[in-house]
């Protein structure tokens, strides 16, 4: 039995955004939500992370419920169950997984539930449903599960994004152990990329950046990864003296950086696009190179059925001392911390921002 907590019957500290009212997220005071679904759950969130959505929903590139509660990433502890929930109890330790589909459209029903544009995206939790960036969170019982006792409530809502980098490593897979790597950029999905890459036995990897304060995050890892500006990869290539690679993971998402990267890759090369680029964004590359080469372009959706994985994954790397969250370039802030956090994520200066919600169980 986990700690208990007294179902909570007052008001909570919550960080909302609605554009018609302010161009920020703001801090608010609101109601703690109530079980009424017998399927549902009500956390204390205990943590919640800043991602790249996030700061694209406030910048009015990424589509959101006016007035939601942000925080797609999220752990706590089971506060209530409904009367139907039979997986979860009181004092349970969980992390949820934000995302679902209508489970009734064609690419539910072969389990791309990602992909779903018919409920997905208006059922995520933290974009459409309220989410982590509050005291208290009410979900599905499907959208959580429980976590190991060795994983820190403060860092476990790290699972959700690597669950992320998972579901990308599916569609790559298999990478030969002697693979020439490039990971463009270095934010938490490139660190943790980066991360995974060394925890697998991979050695030959390079990590494009331009940002001093994630080169020197990057640095920090310690997996001895080279560090370097799209413009020296691309010089060091047009000499010959750096192979061209047999693998391009983007975690960017920007246009003028992946289609320099096409010129980079190798004869049967594969390319996988992971960042989300702005919609209105075009590039151009030379088809030559895609016949000729016969690359592999493949895309890579947020999370989809891997979710226990990463959970075992998180597990292994951190006890191996391959997630080390303050190496990541991650930073802890609270609620009231909430403008600092979005605009040190925002400028690079961290990787990846976590508020720190509940001081009561953060181990």
């Keep these: 039995m986990g700690i208990q907590f007294d179902i909570p019957t007052a008001t909570m500290k919550s960080v909302q955004f609605n554009p018609d009212v302010s161009k920020k997220p703001h801090l608010v005071h609101c109601d703690v939500p109530k079980v009424t679904n017998p399927k549902e759950v009500l956390l204390k969130v205990i943590a919640a992370g800043v991602c790249g959505t996030d700061i694209h929903i406030i910048h009015g590139s990424y589509p959101s419920r006016k007035g939601v509660i942000l925080g797609h990433e999220l752990a706590g502890v089971v506060v209530d169950c409904g009367s139907e929930v039979t997986t979860l109890k009181p004092g349970d330790r969980v992390v949820c997984n934000p995302n679902r589909g209508c489970g009734c459209c064609n690419l539910c029903k072969v389990g791309r539930y990602n992909l779903c544009k018919k409920e997905s995206s208006a059922s995520t939790v933290g974009i459409f449903r309220d989410g982590g960036f509050a005291e208290y969170c009410k979900v599905g019982e499907s959208d959580l599960m429980k976590i190991y006792d060795e994983i820190p409530l403060l860092f476990a809502p790290l699972c959700e994004p690597l669950s992320c980098v998972v579901n990308s490593w599916h569609h790559v897979e298999p990478v030969a152990a002697g693979a020439r790597i490039a990971i463009l950029g270095a934010g938490i999905i490139g660190n943790l990329y980066a991360s995974l890459f060394y925890f697998r036995g991979y050695r030959n990897v390079v990590v494009s950046e331009i940002n001093e304060s994630r080169i020197e995050i990057c640095k920090s890892m310690g997996t001895g990864f ?129 508020f720190s919600i509940s001081d009561e169980l953060k181990n």
């Excluded at 000729?292 to 597990?315: H, N, R, W, Y």
């Design 226 to 354: 080279e560090i370097l500006s799209p413009a020296t990869i691309g010089g060091q290539l047009e000499k010959g003296s750096r192979q061209p690679f047999n693998l391009i993971i983007d975690t960017s998402g920007n246009a003028k950086a992946i289609e320099a990267a096409f010129e980079w890759l190798d004869i049967g090369a594969k390319f996988c696009a992971f960042g989300i680029p702005n919609p209105a964004h075009k590039i151009e590359i030379r088809p030559h190179i895609l016949v000729g080469k016969e690359i592999q372009v493949v895309g890579s959706m947020a999370e989809c059925q891997t979710f226990p994985e990463a959970v075992d994954l998180f597990q292994a790397m951190y006890e191996a001392g391959r997630i080390v969250p303050e190496k990541l370039g991650v930073k802890i802030f609270n609620l009231e911390q909430h403008e600092e956090a979005f605009q040190a994520l925002a400028s690079g200066e961290i990787s990846k921002a976590l």
